[in-house]
């Protein structure tokens, strides 16, 4: 170092006193201890607190499982949460749904045994339907000159 910036380091911070076995512009000796006796004593009290609350839940936990086995028949008597049920595999249940629904448009089947009123396939009510001779619009339009208003969703007519 030169000479003038010697000079300006020493009037920044002053001279070094002497007998300093270190530097005097270092960081307080006693102010390290002290950090680092606050920050152990600070570790000890959270261990403290976390190890409590893990006997605290031990002890509760021991305690539900000795009145479980005083009281066994008990256990069956927990309360179900309020309706409605939440689905518990709704994949398999829409799965099964459209199962059952596919094989009802599929298949034969009384509807009223009684009454005489029976389910048939849907490809075979249409080729009924067609073989009647039934028309498929009202007044036996034929859907090309017909015209559907907007907000009838096709339940009325207007010709064009």
Do not use: C, N
Not at 1 to 17: F, I
Not at 18 to 30: F, K, L, Y
Not at 87 to 114: C, M
Request: aromatic residues 8%.
């Amino acid at each position: 170092m030169t000479q003038d910036r010697v000079e300006d380091y020493a009037a920044e911070y002053g001279p070094t006193p002497p007998g300093a076995r270190h530097e005097h512009t270092d960081i307080d000796v006693r102010a390290g201890y002290q950090f680092g006796l606050w920050l152990v004593v600070s570790m000890l009290i959270s261990a403290g607190v976390v190890y409590g609350s893990f006997r605290f839940f031990e002890g509760q936990a021991q305690m539900a499982d000795s009145r479980a086995q005083k009281y066994p028949l008990a256990i069956d008597q927990l309360r179900e949460p309020p309706l409605p049920h939440l689905q518990k595999q709704p994949f398999k249940d829409l799965y099964l749904l459209r199962q059952g629904e596919s094989e009802r448009l599929t298949s034969y089947g009384w509807i009223d045994k009684d009454g005489g009123v029976m389910r048939i396939p849907i490809d075979r009510a249409m080729d009924v339907m067609l073989q009647k001779g039934i028309a498929s619009r009202p007044d036996g339009g034929d859907g090309v000159t017909a015209e559907t208003q907007d907000s009838s969703s096709g339940r009325t007519r207007a010709p064009r």
